[in-house]
């Protein structure tokens, strides 16, 4: 029992990466004692793991323990000097304790490893101003005037200015040198002033008090002078604002300094790309509810997000009209999906409105195609082919003029206008051919085929049937191919029904001739001769005989003609039915 539960206090030994992977998360998300811990973890598997030493020396970093982050950093490079990283690591850790000198000479080591590195070069630049802070440049040290210094005297007699000329250029040069002085000072204490912020009315308050000779010489119950703490308040004061000036070096400073400077202007552009970021994010998910068919609810999230929109000045909102506009599309097609056609109508007008107003041809060929299909799609053809007419001019690429084209020809032959369908149709093919769209090119085929059967042009319909055939078996698409097959052979039973009955009328033609050549022939042989006698020998009611037997002979061809035709129509009539 005792040895359970200590197995359950310890917990389960992970592997290395284990922890070092979890080390590295909660690096990440800030919780660096955490981090610690399981960094030690880590290197109790693997006590002289480089990398890992190197991770926990910038955590003790990161909690400001320097000592133990030094400590990490020195074990990390042993048996390599030349580990950049944890090289790196020792300079940042010695640029934290203050012992700038030493963390120069680290940056530099490691510059000249990795001068690939733009951290050692930084490095370089934040220590050196940081020892100038410290120190002070050498423009800036001054020298007392103690001691023998004759030589700088006789040193300066040799190089006195003899001329006017030169007696001028001199005093200049104080001039200016003075100046720069007064010009130095003011900047000094305009920057104690920014470092220490409020505490600076602290420390020019304890100035003046040292000022006030009888209440230096005052003593304390405890024994010290008023004096020594106005002095220790100073003291501390300057030691913080020393301290500040080198977390923060001069390039620092002023690299904050110019982002401030720009801040002001770019903060307008920040509020507005905000506002933009917002919208954009909710028209993504209002197009997504779209997609997948919850029509109802982009529907109402747009017509929230306008009312938002419409609330927004153009100065805050740039593309307030162009937002809008494509927020009406959208609750225009949404309305299309729910059936509402009236509705989405009015919602596509509104999109048109807003392009015309802004010239925004974009926008305006959206609208259009818009307003188009839904006039399509409610049966108004005649309204269609208007709106996809007005935006023909505003196509751009050869796809769409391919679909544009497509689609007004489709509304021309709903209207019965043959021909104008088959010039479109045509149009739609040049197009397609352009793009090499094989799915348009076939659309295009059968759209003017079905106009040219319309024409009753059927040898014309089969070849573009047949064209439109070829790209659906390209295609591998079975049911545009089954469509275009059983079109295909309707129109070729109508071109073999019209060859039968032209072949028939043909041959009614001829029965018909020959039946008048055959009266013809009966009529005048009766006429001729009678019984063998010549006309001139026969009397007229013989004569009259003869004519009588012609006239029933010719009946009885006629009537036998007749029903002949009578069986043929018949037999086409059972034709049609069988078929």
Known sequence: MGDDEEEIIKGPVCSYLTYKSEGDRLYMLGEYEKAINSYTHALQQEPKNRNCLVAR????????????????????????????????????????????????????????????????????????????????SPSSVKLDTKGDLSLFYRREEKV?????????????????????????????????????????????????????KELI????????????????GITFLDTRTEFWRQQKPIFAREREQRIKAQSWKSHRKQAESE?????????????????????????????????????????????????????YSTIGLAQVELGEFEDALASHQKDLLLARKHDNLEAKSRALDNIGRVYARIGEFAKAVEAWSEKEPLTKTHLERT???????????????????????????????KTGDEEWKMNANVLVAQA??????????????????????????????????????????????????????????????????????????????VCGFPSSHVSDSSLHEAKTQGEDTEAAVEEAVTEKRRQMKRKRKQERQQR
Request: aromatic content about 6%.
């Open 275 to 327: 506002q933009t970021t917002f919208i954009l994010e909710r028209m993504e998910e209002i197009d997504m509810l779209l997609a997948d068919g919850y029509a109802e609810q982009c529907k109402s999230k747009a017509m929230e997000l306008v009312q938002i929109v419409k609330g927004w000045s153009q100065r805050e909102v740039p593309n307030k009209a162009e937002f809008l506009g494509n927020l």
């Open 403 to 433: 679909w544009l084209f497509h689609e007004i020809g489709r509304c021309h032959l709903e209207l019965g206008n043959n021909v104008e369908a088959r010039d479109y149709g045509l149009k739609a093919l040049a197009s397609a051919q």
């Open 452 to 529: 040219e059967l319309k024409e009753n042009k059927l040898q014309t319909a089969v070849t573009f049937f047949e064209q439109a055939l070829s790209k659906a078996k390209v295609l591998n698409d079975e049911p545009a191919q089954e469509a275009i097959s059983n079109a295909l052979k309707d129109s070729k039973n109508q071109i073999a029904l019209a060859e039968k009955v032209k072949q028939e009328e043909a041959e009614e033609l001829q029965e018909k001739q020959k039946t008048r050549r055959l009266r013809h022939s009966q009529c005048s042989s009766s006429t001729d001769s």
């Open 57 to 136: 020396s910038r955590c003790y970093l990161a909690i400001g323990n320097t000592t133990l982050a030094l400590k990490d950093a020195e074990a990390s490079q042993l048996g390599n000097k030349e580990f950049y990283k944890g090289l790196y690591r020792k300079a940042e850790t010695l640029y934290a304790k203050g012992e700038f000198e030493l963390a120069l000479m680290f940056y530099h080591r490691g510059h000249k490893l990795r001068p690939d590195d733009h951290n050692f070069r930084l490095g370089i630049q934040k220590a050196r101003e940081a020892i100038d802070n410290s120190v002070g």
């Open 217 to 232: 010489k005052t003593a304390t119950d405890s024994g010290g002078s008023i004096q020594g703490l106005i002095m220790s």
């Open 160 to 212: 006195l200015p003899k001329t006017k000329s030169q007696l001028r250029r001199l005093k200049l040069n104080l001039k200016q040198q003075s100046m720069k002085t007064e010009q130095d000072e003011p900047k000094t204490s305009k920057t104690v002033r920014v470092l220490l912020g409020e505490l600076y009315g602290d420390k020019e308050y304890l100035e003046k008090l040292l000022l006030d």
